[in-house]
T-cell receptor, first 110, second 113 residues
Framework: GQSLEQPSEVTAVEGAIVQINCTYQ??????LSWYQQHDGGAPTFLSY????GLEETGRFSSFLSRSDSYGYLLLQELQMKDSASYFC???????????FGAGTRLFVKA | DVKVTQSSRYLVKRTGEKVFLECVQD?????MFWYRQDPGLGLRLIYF???????EKGDIPEGYSVSREKKERFSLILESASTNQTSMYLC????????????FGPGTRLTVT
């Protein structure tokens, strides 16, 4: 079967760094994406990794290790507005279909 | 800015009714997707389309059908709504076969009673 595993909840303090892990088991792999979703809002794209290594976009970074079927999203200098759900997603080999994880709820405390 | 709009934010239907959810995107994207989102299950793909009149089943197509007569519009149809189809439905679009960024609409919260 195809599955993505990520923690259901993470809590961190404002100004801290938090890492959200994602392991995947899929029949094909084209790339790993991360999306953010605030309560009542639509998912919005954060980052994409097709190759091994770290991609940095401002306070957010994303890492991929294809040999380990593993990736993570790193959020630095946490702000209250970062409280949201974060989804990892794998794009399959055909390049169309995307499989999403169940999401990680991040709570940022003052 | 890419804009994906969905016909309703909230919808209440009765069991057995035929339900139409409409999605329109304004960026000439080739690909369009329908997902449902349930607590603890993430987003699950129902159907997607990579071209006008083309459709492919996703992971949970049972009980649903789709229509894409124009490039900008992708409709999800519940032929006979059931209570287990109560959910948040999200439409998304992306620009090409390898496009990794999907743009999502605001969602339709469907309740079937």
């Amino acid at each position: 079967g195809q599955s993505l595993e990520q923690p259901s909840e993470v809590t961190a303090v404002e100004g801290a760094i938090v890492q959200i892990n994602c392991t995947y088991q899929t029949s094909g792999f084209y790339g790993l994406s991360w999306y953010q979703q605030h309560d009542g809002g639509a998912p919005t794209f954060l980052s994409y990794n097709a190759l091994d290594g770290l991609e940095e976009t401002g306070r957010f970074s994303s890492f991929l290790s294809r040999s380990d079927s593993y990736g993570y999203l790193l959020l630095q200098e946490l702000q209250m507005k970062d409280s949201a759900s974060y989804f990892c997603a794998v794009k399959d080999t055909g390049g169309f279909k995307t499989i999403f994880g169940a999401g990680t709820r991040l709570f940022v405390k003052a | 800015d890419v804009k994906v709009t969905q016909s309703s934010r909230y919808l209440v239907k009765r069991t057995g009714e035929k339900v139409f959810l409409e999605c329109v995107q304004d960026m000439d994207h080739e690909n369009m997707f329908w997902y449902r989102q349930d607590p603890g299950l993430g987003l699950r793909l129902i159907y997607f389309s990579y071209d006008v009149k083309m459709k492919e089943k996703g992971d949970i197509p049972e009980g649903y059908s789709v229509s894409r007569e124009k490039k900008e519009r992708f409709s999800l149809i519940l032929e006979s709504a059931s209570t287990n189809q109560t959910s948040m439905y999200l439409c998304a679009s992306s620009s090409g076969q390898g496009a990794y960024e999907q743009y999502f609409g605001p969602g339709t919260r469907l309740t079937v009673t």
